[in-house]
């Protein structure tokens, strides 16, 4: 599988942007997909993933209420919508494919790693 996360850019505090996460070479409809994100000189932490059918998603605390992540499963394609955004979201955001079919916040369930995109919050 290669991941191809795009819609990263610059932007202002209290704006949005919509992260894509694109899958090529085999569907993922039938596991889990997540999100990351790292900012410089921090580990990369977990922002919010969902389950293979869509129905269970779970949020980082400091996202929830702001960010909605979506499946479209025939497009082979995760969104991630993050409005309200603030400078502390600043980070290279990363989608990843679970093992499973389960939505989860740990790294060592996802085995399939996009190449990142930057996103840029301005105070």
């Known amino acids: 599988v290669q991941l191809q996360a795009s819609g990263g850019g610059l932007v202002q505090a209290g704006g949005s942007l919509r992260l894509s996460c694109a899958a090529s070479?085999?569907?993922?409809?039938?596991?889990?997909v997540g999100w990351f994100r790292q900012a410089p000189g921090k580990e990369r932490e977990f922002v919010a993933a969902?389950?293979?059918?869509?129905?269970?998603?779970i949020y980082e605390d400091s996202v929830k209420g702001r960010f909605t992540i979506s499946r479209d499963s025939a497009k082979n394609t995760v969104h991630l919508q993050m409005n309200s955004l603030k400078s502390e979201d600043t980070a290279v955001y990363f989608c990843?494919?679970?093992?499973?079919?389960?939505?989860?916040?740990?790294?060592?369930?996802?085995?399939?790693w996009g190449q990142g995109t930057q996103v840029t919050v301005s105070s």
């Open positions: 990843a494919v679970a093992r499973g079919p389960v939505a989860s916040r740990h790294l060592n369930q996802y085995n399939y």
């Open positions: 969902i389950g293979w059918k869509g129905y269970n998603t």
């Open positions: 070479g085999r569907t993922f409809s039938n596991n889990g």
